[in-house]
C-alpha cells in the first residue's frame, strides 16, 4: 500500500521546478503554451495526490495527454488491461476532481476541467462544470 509515502508539498515543489523540454511540444500544437503547461503541472500534482491514496484517476484534457504521451503511461477508456477495473471514464474523472481539491492552493483555479476548449482541441475531453461543483461540495461536506 502506497498510503503515506507520497509527501504532496514535496510533489508540489519537484513540479513548480520542473522544466518542461521542447520535446513535449512536438505532438501538442495546441496554443497558447503556457496555458497546456499550466494544465500539464496541475495534472502532475493530480498525480502525486492519486498515487498517495492509491487511486487510479482520469485524463480531463486531450491537449495535455499528448503533451505527455511519451512520458505519461496511463490506459485510456477501454485500454486498460484485461482483469483491471478501474471504473468508467466518468469514475476516473471524479477521482481527479477530489485529486485537485487535495492539492489546490488557496484560491488557485484547475484549468484542466475545460483547457481542450479554451486551446480550441477539435473534439475536446474535460470535465462539466455541474460535476465539478458537486464533487468538491461532497468532498467540503465529508
Known amino acids: 500500500m502506497r498510503r503515506g509515502r507520497v509527501d504532496l508539498e514535496r510533489v508540489n515543489r519537484a513540479v513548480d521546478a520542473l522544466e518542461l523540454p521542447d520535446a513535449i511540444w512536438k505532438t501538442c500544437p495546441w496554443q497558447p503554451r ?12 493530480c498525480c502525486g495526490a492519486a498515487l498517495r491514496d492509491d487511486q487510479v484517476i482520469g485524463m ?51 484549468v484542466l476541467w475545460d483547457l481542450d476548449a479554451r486551446v480550441g482541441v477539435d473534439q475536446p475531453w474535460g470535465v462539466p462544470d ?9 468532498v467540503t461536506t465529508q
Open 34 to 45: 503556457e496555458l497546456v503547461a499550466t494544465g500539464l503541472r496541475q495534472w502532475l500534482r
Open 60 to 110: 480531463p484534457s486531450h491537449a495535455v495527454d499528448e503533451a505527455y504521451a511519451r512520458f505519461l503511461h496511463h490506459h485510456p477508456e477501454g485500454g486498460a488491461p484485461a482483469g483491471a477495473d478501474h471504473g468508467a471514464m466518468a469514475e476516473q474523472l471524479r477521482r481527479t476532481v477530489v485529486a485537485w481539491s487535495l492539492v489546490a492552493r488557496p484560491g488557485e483555479r484547475c
Open 130 to 138: 455541474e460535476v465539478v461543483r458537486a464533487v468538491e461540495s461532497a
